[in-house]
């Protein structure tokens, strides 16, 4: 099945209710550096925490591992003399998710409550008030299992002493190299024997765990190499305990010392989540670590399958982008830092906006509009700043000289671009209720280039002209014309839209800020002060107010920019029709 059918699988079994203990929501009244009454919603069972390093991610997801019964946010965010944490006695770092109970979703409060003989203790709370929190009943963390793994602590054995085990040499081990070659007969013993070695009366390792079939298929999978047979064993041969993984194919027997470390990575990945509960939560910190592009879209395609089989939760720290493409926005969160060196998250985010505060370029995917005046273009702009830096990134507005009518006609070549751009017309150019939908018309209404173009006229009030092959008479390849007209209307039922007034100047117009313009220049209040404004439409009443306010028209754009950021500081239906529509595009 492909990844897209899989994705619309499990929204379908998220709708249905089949995830049980499903973590809802997670909201920080107070939190570490996040904005204070930050909110995660985790609309989708695969969660993306996207942003750049230093960002919150990993303090989130310990927040996770901290929601369950039993687990403690303690175990990973400590104060320490160097990094104390500060609580105020009624203000607490605390954290307060939500999760369903018999259809109805819940709120569990957990908060720091440092004690004596544990000053990192964190305990789940009555409700508080002040919390918007519901303080009828006091509800019980959820039940459910946990699979923490951080992929940039997750070294094996070889990789932890040869690269952060300080080294004494002696007479009869002189490096590094030396003590793992002394050293490796005992582990290819207990491998090969599957036995517990004793030395210096001291059990050195676990017996060997064999992973299955069903593993081995994964990890092939997975890392696009065949393996025939896998066995991890943990040991602290190399001084500390740690895993080593031996690895057995047609022409190879070799252990993690001379595999890459992505490797080593998949095969505790696959092996954790093949082996844990059904739905349990996991969390997973950068699992892109030491995977080549190709091995990252397929361990996603893997996770998505899992998630679908086992019911599972994931969540997922990540700088991959090759993670996010194809996944759906609101399984997308992105971390950025605001003004105040706070974390600030959006919740619902495209992978190519998510990919903006990544850096990453995209520059031929940007979402194209085109509008037929430069106040439209102003207009759209704002609202997409206002929407987030990560959005406006991906939208280009372009302003058409011209008017509607050269617009129209220039969208029977635009048609034919791969990247089609959006049309937002004034709302003078609506001239029916809705778009034709050639599809729902009978076929005698529509089988004729002269039926289709009467239709188009009165979808458009333009005559608009095809240049077809050969004679482009009237009558000329009518065949052509017929196929060229059938993709201007659909390119219209699909890519058109309309501002909700006849022109971007009634949007913004305010009558009260227009008085207080003219009131800030005279100084006082004058009765019937728009007498003299609006007289003509609202373009005009611009113009007028322009040159009572600046005595001429070269800062009518200063003023329609005044304009726009009070209207949409106030906020109304039209504001709200246009984030509608931009809002539909990004989808």
Known sequence: ???????????????????????????????????????????????????????????????????????????????????????????????????????????????????????????????????????????????????????????????????????????????????????????????????????????????????????????????????????????????????????????????????????????????????????????????????HPGAQIRLIRYIVEKIKTKRLQVVVSTHSPFFLKNMPANSIKVFSINNSGNFHIENDRKPKEAFVELEIEETNDKNQIIVEDSL?????????????????????????????????????????????????????QKKIPEHIDLDSLPNNQIDTYQKLSALLKTQTESEIHFYVDGNNQDGGNEEQKIEFIRNYFNYYKNYVNYLPCKIPEEIIWDDDYAVNRITDLNGEQEDNVLDDIKVGNSKEWFINLCEKVYGDRRNLNALHQEFIINWHRKGDNNLSSILGIINAIRE
Not at 87 to 106: A, S
Not at 387 to 402: A, Q, R, S, V
Not at 408 to 422: A, D, H, M
């Open 376 to 428: 439209a273009k102003d207009i759209l702009e704002h609202c997409l700043k206002k929407l987030g830096n990560d959005i406006y990134e991906t939208f280009e507005i372009k302003y058409l000289p011209g008017g509607a009518s050269s617009v129209k006609q220039r969208l029977s070549t635009i048609i034919e671009f791969e990247n089609k751009p959006y049309v937002i017309f004034d709302g003078d």
């Open 1 to 291: 099945m492909r990844l897209k059918d899989d994705i619309r699988a499990i929204q379908q079994m998220k709708a249905n209710g089949v995830f049980n203990n499903y973590i809802e929501h997670i909201r920080y009244p107070k939190f570490r550096n996040l904005e204070p009454n930050t909110k995660i919603e985790f609309n989708f069972p695969l969660t993306f925490l996207v942003g750049k390093n230093g960002g919150g991610k990993s303090s989130t997801l310990q927040s996770l591992y901290g929601c369950p019964l039993n687990k403690s946010l303690g175990s990973y965010w400590f104060s320490t003399e160097l990094d104390p944490i500060n609580d105020l006695k009624k203000n607490r770092n605390c954290f307060i998710y939500g999760y369903t109970i018999n259809g109805v979703i819940k709120e569990v409060l957990k908060q720091r409550a440092p004690r004596k003989g544990n000053l990192d203790y964190w305990e789940p709370s009555k409700p508080v008030k002040k919390y918007q929190m519901d303080t009828s009943e006091r509800i019980s963390p959820v039940e459910k299992e946990v699979e923490y793994i951080d992929f940039r602590s997750e070294l094996s054995a070889f990789d932890k002493y040869m690269y952060f085990q300080t080294f004494n040499s002696s007479k009869r081990i002189k490096s590094k190299q030396d003590f793992v070659r002394r050293h490796s007969s005992k582990l290819k013993k207990a491998f090969e024997e599957n036995i517990v070695v004793n030395f210096y009366n001291q059990d050195m390792n676990e017996t060997s765990l064999l992973i299955s079939e069903d593993e081995i298929e994964a990890v092939s999978y997975i890392l696009g190499k065949e393996y025939s047979e896998v066995a991890i064993l943990k040991h602290k041969f190399f001084k500390e305990w740690g895993f080593s993984v031996r690895f057995n194919n047609d022409n190879l027997n070799y252990s993690e010392a001379f595999a890459g470390s992505g490797e080593t990575a998949v095969i505790l990945l696959v092996n954790k989540i093949h082996n844990c509960d059904n739905e349990t939560l996991v969390l997973l910190d950068e699992p892109e670590t030491s995977l």
